[in-house]
């Protein structure tokens, strides 16, 4: 079964640092292009990092150079580093990536949400 499995989160103090892991399984040909997300309590989720599998990164404006997506394709893994955490990056982080697998001889792409992690940051 393909699925993205999330794991990193937890609580942290202002100023510390996190590193979340997004984990593709299954018969995985490929991570292509990767998005984490994050939803606070009472808003809307937003976008806060991308990384296209040619390498380009993006960033919005509250996390750019704090936070940094990469990957590990050996390990089918993307990774979003998060430092000097401010409380209001306290959310629930997604990642979200289109993947490339293959089943019955088959090649197929496809888009997989992972279940989310809390990320609470402390004053």
């Known amino acids: 079964q393909v699925q993205l499995v999330e794991s990193g989160g937890g609580l942290v103090q202002a100023g510390g640092s996190l590193r979340l892991s997004c984990a593709a399984s299954?018969?995985?040909?490929?991570?292509?292009?990767v998005g984490w997300y994050r939803q606070a309590p009472g808003k809307q989720r937003e976008l806060v990092a991308v990384?296209?599998?040619?390498?380009?990164?993006h960033y919005a404006d509250s996390v750019k150079g704090r936070f940094t997506v990469s990957r590990d394709n050996a390990k089918n893994t993307v990774y979003l580093q998060m430092n000097s955490l401010k409380p209001e990056d306290t959310a629930v982080y997604y990642c979200?990536?289109?993947?490339?697998?293959?089943?019955?001889?088959?090649?197929?792409?496809?888009?997989?949400w992972g279940q989310g992690t809390q990320v609470t940051v402390s004053s």
């Open positions: 979200n990536a289109d993947l490339s697998y293959y089943r019955g001889g088959a090649y197929y792409n496809r888009n997989y």
């Open positions: 299954g018969s995985i040909y490929r991570i292509n292009d």
């Open positions: 990384g296209t599998s040619g390498g380009v990164t």
